[in-house]
């Protein structure tokens, strides 16, 4: 691969300068007003704008297994995997209108304490340690890994000092606290939009030139009429990989728990918006929805463009890896044929992403070690501005383990996506279960949400080794369940997860029931419908988010 020019590498130092700048700028504005107080340390309490909250939760989003995996799965399987992205944007409506309202009328900061208000300490407790192993062990070092593995073959500088120097890139932002984050996110939403979209014209033009013609609009013609299998949103029993993407069960099934509990119960995202007030969250959190509408067009369709290429008879030993053929070098060859200084705004965009997901990724690492197991367990007595020396310095600790312990996990054998949810997806089912329940039936008890954490990991165990034990083939004809390569049929990981929390709610209703019938009276939050009525700006936001949604779908079925 040609690796980057003395100009691509001006315009990315650019780039660095003016993000390192600006952050800089807002930590000292905010170190002369003096306020050092955790929650603004943590949360940036009060100050975050709609747009910056917006484009935080973007910026923690997006990283390294959306452009490289991601543009991987649009050059295998097609828009299909788009479902991701599209789906996100109706999942962040649903969390504006009914989470983001309860999460701020108790003044809950993080999801152990919520789980604390609701349920009980030991619950807190247990759910404080997995999220902190979850978060460092599977996608702090998943992203920096990615990350450095995207960079180091675009730039050609050793893994080790890319995996490295984003590190230390990182810290610098999120030792400035939650404000310098959101603030900085939204350059790096810029670069990373920007430079995403550049590399869309390209892919595209590359098209229309591999046919003779010219002009993104006849490079999407032909790639419609070239690659028509890659641009079905709703897959067939007998794609290869309807497995990953069961058909019609992605719009009613498991996708909808792995998003809601993604968008709606996870510290690292709704933590962007627990220090703002309902209406300036809730207008975030709809940008943030409006943004994610157009990651499909800067990630999958680049993929597809590669994928046509390929057919073409191009980019072969680009995408050849070891003898074979490896999806996920799709993104990373497309760079690699961009023109010189385009190159380098590519490549900024790329670090932005990775930059930007590793910094909140670890300020809510340090947020829930401080707040929920430092204060509570170890010092109770902490000042705050011990809170906040504890934060930085979780944050510092955490990152030497993600680049201590990321090149043993085999990260790029399973993939940035397949890793992250094998490992989340054991869990999230009862944990969305224990969330909403706990969220909107009053009467859910303390070990009911016990059961849902550890009864869901374990039936999630039972159904992925189920395929070993029992012959799965009856469910085949109402696609829950597809041969693999040795003819096992298996159940796709997204029906699998819908089966799983259907059952953690159901042993949660049960356990509730037994207990209150024993006299067990919940720890119920204040809830009421007049916390779910929106803005009529709100509402019609929402409503043209959910109709582009829904004509998408429509015209790629």
């Known amino acids: 691969m040609n690796k980057l020019a003395l100009a691509d590498y001006i315009i990315f130092f650019v780039y660095f300068l003016i993000v390192a700048s600006y952050g800089y700028w807002i930590y000292l504005k905010k170190k002369r007003t003096d306020i050092s107080a955790s929650h603004d340390y943590f949360l940036a309490e009060g100050s975050l704008t709609w747009w910056a909250i917006g484009a935080a939760l973007i910026a923690s989003n997006i990283s390294a297994e959306q452009f490289v995996a991601m543009g991987g799965s649009g050059f295998k399987m097609g828009l299909a995997i788009a479902s991701y992205e599209w789906m996100s944007a109706a999942t962040l409506v649903i969390v504006a209108v009914f989470f983001m309202p309860v999460y701020l009328r108790n003044k809950i900061y993080t999801m152990p304490q919520f789980l604390h208000t609701r349920y009980n300490s030991t619950v807190a407790m247990i759910m404080a340690i997995f999220w902190l192993l979850l978060y460092v062990v599977v996608n702090l070092t998943s992203i920096l890994y990615l990350g450095a593995l995207a960079v180091s073959s675009l730039s050609g500088v050793n893994f080790s000092v890319c995996m490295i120097g984003l590190a230390v890139f990182a810290i610098m932002i999120t030792l400035g606290g939650m404000k310098v984050i959101g ?232 993939g940035g996506f397949q890793y992250i949810q094998e490992y989340t997806g054991f869990v999230s089912p009862g944990i969305f279960a224990m969330f909403i329940l706990g969220f909107f039936w009053k009467k859910t008890t303390s070990n009911a949400a016990l059961f849902a954490t550890v009864g869901g990991f374990i039936l999630s165990i039972i159904f992925k080794f189920l395929p070993m034990l029992v012959n799965l083939s009856f469910l085949a004809p109402y696609g829950f369940s597809i041969p693999d390569t040795n003819g096992v049929y298996a159940i796709p990981f997204l029906d699998r997860m819908g089966f799983v929390f259907i059952l953690s709610v159901i042993g949660m209703v049960i356990i509730s029931f037994i207990e209150n019938r024993k006299g067990v009276k919940p720890h119920a939050l204040e809830v009421d419908a007049s916390l779910f009525k929106v803005s009529k700006g709100f509402a019609a936001g929402a409503l043209i988010t959910l109709g582009i949604i829904t004509a998408l779908y429509l015209m790629f079925w």
Not at 206 to 217: H, N, P, S
Not at 322 to 337: K, M, Q
Not at 352 to 372: E, H, M, P, Q, R
Request: with cysteine.
């Open 183 to 414: 603030y900085t996110s939204v350059i790096q939403v810029f670069f990373l939009i920007l430079g995403g979209l550049v590399t869309t014209y390209i892919a595209l033009n590359l098209v229309a030139k591999e046919f003779g013609d010219t002009g993104i609009i006849k490079g999407f013609g032909y790639m419609m009429s070239n690659a028509n299998d890659h641009f079905h949103m709703i897959l067939r029993p007998s794609n290869p990989n309807y497995v990953d993407l069961p058909g019609i069960s992605v719009l009613i099934g498991g996708m909808w728990i792995a998003n809601l509990n993604y968008w709606g119960c996870n510290q690292y995202i709704t933590q962007r918006a627990l220090g703002a007030d309902l209406t300036t969250a809730r207008t975030g959190i709809l940008f943030a929805g409006f943004l994610k509408l157009l990651m499909p067009v800067i990630v999958v369709i680049p993929g597809i463009a590669a994928y046509v290429l390929y057919q073409r008879g191009g980019l072969h030993q680009d995408m050849i890896q070891n003898g074979e053929l490896n999806p996920d070098r799709a993104y990373p060859t497309l760079l690699n044929l961009l023109p010189l200084g385009l190159k380098g705004l590519s490549f900024a965009a790329l670090t932005a992403a990775v930059v930007a997901s590793l910094a909140g990724k670890a300020n809510s690492i340090a947020t829930i070690f401080t707040l929920d197991i430092y204060k509570k367990v170890i010092k109770a007595d902490a000042d705050e501005k011990q809170l906040v020396r504890m934060g930085k310095i979780t944050i510092v600790v955490a990152m030497i383990l993600a680049i201590v312990i990321s090149p043993f996990l085999g990260i790029d054998k399973k």
